[in-house]
């Protein structure tokens, strides 16, 4: 059973990526290049401004007027006010599970949300007002990573909701696509 | 362990204090869209908002802010990454190539041309009629691919037919910033390099300006600021005079692993 369960796992990916997918290599045993999922450690998915904290795993950056934004990946989005670029002060940090990308135009923020886009008023940041949610709009993150021909740690769902992936050493993968 | 962790908050604590609360300080925004790295999926051109996802684009029309609306989406490729905004058209980075939208219609973007490389990974950023492409070979990027990873020039005077000019070898180029005659290429664990645009169709190396493991980057053309993301932290130059571009600021990065490991 063990030995059948990966090649069936790899195959309901097939099916359900339903693109065609290079063949995958002999899963190695041992150390290998991969992705890892990161799952949530909190139940809490509301958008929420917080006070300033450190950069930990920042991601994509973002320049608006005085403001800078700094992603930490798949948590949120660290804003700063850069008026005085030797100086940049932290302002706070809007917490975003899953959130990777940002745009901003007049006033109002473009944020992936999981698989949502929400529209954020941060005319003051720290009374956000959320001003629309398109649901389900953006592709499922949370089954296998973004990239292709990778490797992966298999999800499992007993230990929460899958927020990103990391790129990292795995061991003995069982996912591939 | 925990005294580790406390020096680590206290260390941040003070770094924050120093720095000032400034959470109700009044701000000056400006009254358009901001500016993103190379590596974003997400731009704004005008009232319409573009969102890259793996294998497609999606396009909003934000013109009510209280109401952004989706308004379609075009299927490109697998393995897109990356979405760059000039002068009324798209640039789309992806795993299989370049791909050029118009978007004079931004309701209904037209693609215009699609440029193929086999061996790569990431982003393009344009200036005038050329277009600059890191390509990075890696794991995460096509299997097995041979071929090296390499800064590409294209002539997009004929946006219908961009035209490979100039190949430049590179070890790990990641994100990517033009300004003038100035190209600032991410280069992974080679830090920040900068390269001379004279000739905009043949960059030279120049130096390199940060030796921390750089990821993407910001120029601000106006102010002359360089905003650098990586692993040391969101560092930012002055470069002003490209002779001596000197680091302003550094907001520096906690590592988890670190603390973890200590």
Partial sequence: MSRILPAVLFLMLLILTGC????APEFVEGEVEGYKPIYATDTNFEIEFEPARELNNPGKIYSYGQLLLINEKFEGVHIFNNANPERPLPMGFIKIKGNADMAIKNEILYVDHLQDLVAIDISNPSKLKILKRIENILPQNNQFPDQTNVYFECVDPAKG????????????????? | MKKIILNILAGFALWSGMHGCAENDAMVLQDSNGTGGSMARFTIANDYLYVVDHTSLKYFDISNALSPDFRGDIRIDQGIETVFPYQGNLFIGGRNGMYIFNISNPDKPIQLSSYSHLTSCDPVVVQEDFA???LRVGSECRWGANGSSALDVLDISNLEQPNLLTSFPLDEPYGLGVSDSLLFVCQGNQGLNLFSLKDPANPIF???ISSSFSYDVIPLKKQKILILTGNDGIEQYNYKDPD???MLSRIPVISLEDIQNE
Avoid: F, L
């Fill in chain 1, 20 to 23: 065609p997918v290079d063949p």
């Fill in chain 1, 161 to 177: 909701t899958v927020i990103g992936w990391e790129q990292t050493i795995i061991v003995d993968p069982k996912c591939y696509r």
């Fill in chain 2, 132 to 134: 600059y492409v890191t």
């Fill in chain 2, 244 to 246: 001596s571009i000197y």
């Fill in chain 2, 206 to 208: 120049r130096r390199q």
